[in-house]
């Protein structure tokens, strides 16, 4: 059994940051890409960043310039450093992780936190 637990998420004033984390427990032989996707109530689920093991990082236009993600391999955990917060990027954040098990992979989740930016 695998889990994706997350934590970080909260209420930030315009212009702050937060760290979301995001680590990954259970039967794991290895996991490829990981990931951050946020949801506002409404509209598609929207790929914030991803990066896949020993490759480079990927991020949603919105995103550039002042998110980054990371990854611990050795904790099977991801960040996202999400820096000069604004308004719209409030949603509930939930992040991925592709993850070999014996011999087929397959996409989990994270339970999901909620960031407000907000004055």
């Known amino acids: 059994q695998v889990q994706l637990v997350e934590s970080g998420g909260g209420l930030v004033q315009p212009g702050g940051s937060l760290r979301l984390s995001c680590a990954a427990s259970g039967s794991i032989r290895s996991i490829n890409a990981m990931g951050w996707f946020r949801q506002v109530p409404g509209k598609e689920r929207e790929l914030v960043a991803r990066?896949?093991?020993?490759?480079?990082?990927t991020y949603a236009d919105s995103a550039k310039g002042r998110f980054t993600i990371s990854r611990d391999n050795a904790k099977n955990t991801v960040y996202l450093q999400m820096n000069s917060l604004k308004p719209e990027d409030t949603a509930d954040y939930y992040c991925y992780a592709d993850i070999s098990i014996r011999y087929y992979t397959d996409r989990y989740w994270g339970q999901g936190t909620q960031v407000t930016v907000s004055s």
């Open positions: 990066i896949i093991s020993g490759g480079s990082p």
